[in-house]
């Protein structure tokens, strides 16, 4: 007869759900032990392999996995409500991210040059995108599927600039003791674009604003190219070429001359200039309904996208890497 101990296992494993067990060696060893049977032993053999078989099958058939009921879990808990220790993974197999990187930098070239830094929020209020920067009644760029909405009306920010009310009214007292108003504000911004290339529609901007006493385009033109030379680490030619903001007057396209042709032209720049940011001297109805006397004092802001920037000192040809999550592009910035 079959060896009692080898049935019992294949039994014992069947009952446990183990899959595996039809195509077990063990079970093959009776088959192969069925050819090596005299011809009288033979039939009982066979049959009763054939139904041991049958068994295993049917005891897996009818195997159902024990379910347990496992406690809920609180989402909004921190953690250690849930579970002992988060899964992480070890900070040696992650990076800092090449944008989070490289706005880092250049916050810290501001700082060198007297600004203060503040994060812009990721849900913001009509009046704080419009009409606190002197947006028309009227202008098209109020339409807020240029922008997502939340259910509630909150609109997520279509530029940084929604922080510049916030930031003069809380830093208007700086003026009354004769310190400038001087802040760089880094955020996200959300657009509804067709996403290409050169499109996202979730990027970073850095917002700037600077108020005091006797300010002019001038200082506005060397701030910034105080910046870039910075940046780039080298002397830098600008360029700045009228524009149309609501609520800077008068308001500029600022570009710098190509770092990498020295305005040749190259695939970078096209024809010499690269043009990275608007800016212009903050309207003075602006000033006013941040509370700040607008014959006294007068400012400059700017404001222009991250990525533009990363992506030409870097050479990236795409700017979907940086939303994309792909270890591939990501490693390459460690
Ligand atoms: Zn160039």
């Known amino acids: 007869m079959m060896d009692e101990s080898l049935v019992n296992g294949l039994m014992?494993?069947?009952?446990?759900?183990?899959?595996?067990?039809?195509?077990?060696?063990?079970?093959?060893?009776?088959?192969?032990?069925?050819?090596?049977?005299?011809?009288?032993?033979?039939?009982?053999?066979g049959k009763a392999v054939?139904?041991?078989?049958?068994?295993?099958?049917?005891?897996?058939?009818?195997?159902?996995?024990?379910?347990?009921?496992?406690?809920?879990?609180?989402?909004?808990?921190?953690?250690?409500?849930?579970?002992?220790?988060?899964?992480?993974?070890?900070a040696d197999q992650g990076s800092v991210h090449p944008l989070m990187k490289e706005l880092?930098?250049?916050?810290?070239?501001?700082?060198?040059?007297?600004?203060?830094?503040?994060?812009?929020?990721?849900?913001?209020?009509?009046?704080?995108?419009?009409?606190?920067?002197?947006?028309?009644?009227?202008h098209p760029a109020r339409d807020n599927t240029d922008t997502f909405e939340v259910?509630?009306?909150l609109l997520a920010p279509a530029h940084t600039s929604t922080m510049q009310n916030r930031i003069m009214s809380a830093n208007k007292h700086l003026l009354d003791i004769g310190q400038p108003i001087a802040y760089v504000i880094p955020g996200r911004v959300f657009r509804n674009e067709d996403v290409d290339a050169r499109h996202e529609h979730t990027f970073y901007q850095l917002e700037g604003i600077y108020v005091d006493k006797g300010i002019?385009?001038?200082?506005?033109?060397?701030?910034?190219?105080?910046?870039?030379?910075?940046?780039?680490?080298?002397?830098?030619?600008?360029?700045?070429?009228?524009?149309?903001?609501?609520?800077?007057?008068?308001?500029?396209?600022?570009?710098?001359?190509?770092?990498f042709c020295d305005k040749a032209g190259c695939h970078v720049c096209g024809e010499g200039w690269l043009e990275l940011l608007g800016c212009g001297m903050i309207h003075p109805?602006?000033?006013k309904m941040a509370g700040i006397d607008a014959e006294k004092y007068t400012g400059f802001a700017w404001g222009g996208g991250i990525e533009r920037m990363v992506m030409v000192k870097n050479n990236i040809e795409d700017v979907r890497h940086f939303h994309s999550a792909n270890l591939k592009f990501l490693r390459q910035f460690r």
């Not at 009776?30 to 011809?39: R, S």
């Not at 809920?72 to 070890?90: E, H, Q, R, S, W």
């Not at 910075?230 to 009228?242: D, I, L, N, S, W």
Request: glycine share 4%; proline share 8%.
């Open 12 to 45: 014992e494993r069947a009952k446990a759900g183990d899959q595996t067990v039809l195509r077990s060696a063990e079970l093959k060893s009776l088959f192969e032990e069925l050819k090596t049977k005299p011809t009288e032993e033979r039939a009982a053999f």
């Open 50 to 90: 054939n139904e041991l078989k049958q068994e295993l099958e049917e005891i897996l058939l009818n195997h159902h996995p024990k379910t347990t009921t496992q406690k809920p879990i609180d989402i909004t808990a921190p953690f250690d409500v849930n579970a002992k220790k988060p899964g992480l993974l070890p």
């Open 104 to 138: 880092e930098q250049v916050l810290q070239i501001y700082a060198r040059m007297g600004f203060a830094s503040a994060e812009s929020r990721q849900l913001d209020d009509d009046w704080h995108m419009f009409e606190s920067l002197n947006f028309p009644p009227d």
């Open 151 to 153: 259910e509630d009306g």
């Open 216 to 259: 002019n385009a001038g200082h506005l033109i060397s701030v910034l190219q105080t910046f870039f030379e910075a940046y780039f680490g080298k002397k830098m030619e600008v360029r700045t070429q009228p524009f149309y903001f609501p609520f800077t007057e008068p308001s500029f396209e600022f570009a710098i001359a190509c770092p």
């Open 285 to 287: 109805n602006v000033l």
